[in-house]
């Protein structure tokens, strides 16, 4: 018997390991080169866009989001804010006393303000119900 047909295993799990790795590295610096100059193209130096640079940001402008009424848990936990949520959707922490909160206003949810500020810099949704909640008096 051939040194090859005893090791056929071993050499075909070499060369597929080989493969694999060189089609994952190819991979890899395409993908990188294209954020690259996606990055370098993309226009629109806001704070929002370092938070995600392969995607810019396409939900509502610092405007509009400011529109929405904001205001401090301790001063509104006799109110019972937007459906009674004790905490925010986004980053799934308890609302506690002194943080400012953000009522979207179209369907009533409250969330941390930095929370959903960010959210609706992305996206024209509620992250709850998934609403639509681009203020009325603004066109987008």
Known sequence: MSYFTRNEGAIVFAFVSIAFITFYCVNYFIRRCRDDRASASASGDTADAELSPRRPPRGLDAEAIGSFSSFVYTDAKGI??????????????????????????????????????????????????????????KEV
Request: aromatic letters at 8%.
């Open 80 to 137: 019972d804010p937007g459906k009674d949520e004790l905490e925010c959707a986004v980053c799934l922490n308890e609302f506690k006393d002194k943080e400012t909160l953000r009522l979207v206003s179209p369907c009533g949810h409250v969330f941390h303000a930095d929370c959903v500020d960010i959210w609706l810099s992305y996206r024209f949704t509620c992250p709850i119900c998934r609403a639509d909640v681009v203020p009325e008096s």
